[in-house]
């Protein structure tokens, strides 16, 4: 959802030129500035990386659950994919941000005894790293999905359904707690453009950082 909505605030940013999305399967969206690359091994940019230049942000978006998945299963997708990605793409690009969709409760100190949020804390701190000009590591806990957005994932798409209409409800006491798929992608902009004054971003921070300027 996240993914699919930072893909609509690009497109539909004036000072963005170029969108290019790399994924196991195409989009299927069209747009003048769209560039879709279907690349199917996810752990090997090789064979793309002449395409991978040149860029001035990252957002990485791709996420699992850990629903019944062994911690190596889990840590293959979440963290060895994420950096096959960030290192390829620090060596073409070193003046670009990078922005990792993480994910509220992540264990920095890699030791709790959450299996997700320990990978996830081990794939944010490898991040932070890497020589980028800047790493921001976004931890959105509740999000409400906008303009038709679904998850891809089946468990996601049914939790949602019951969902969606109470999350908006929950938005109006909670602005800085449920976040929306319009201002996650609004924040991300944001940090690419302008940056941020920390690079761990929670929910009440992309709320911010995803507001409309006044």
Partial sequence: MVGQGVLRESLGAGDVALVQTIGRSATGQRHPKLRDIVHRDLLDYGPIESELRDLDACFFCLGVSSLRMTEADYARITYDITLAAARTLVRLNPAMTFVYVSGAGTDSTERGGTMWAR??????????????????LFRPGAIQPLH????KTPLYRLLYLPLTPVLGLLRLPFPNQVVTTESIGQAMLNVARHGAPKPVLEASDIAALGRPAL
């Fill in 148 to 151: 038709g957005i679904r998850s």
């Fill in 119 to 136: 990978v996830k804390g081990k794939t944010e701190n490898e991040l932070l790293r890497l020589p980028f000009k800047a790493v921001y």
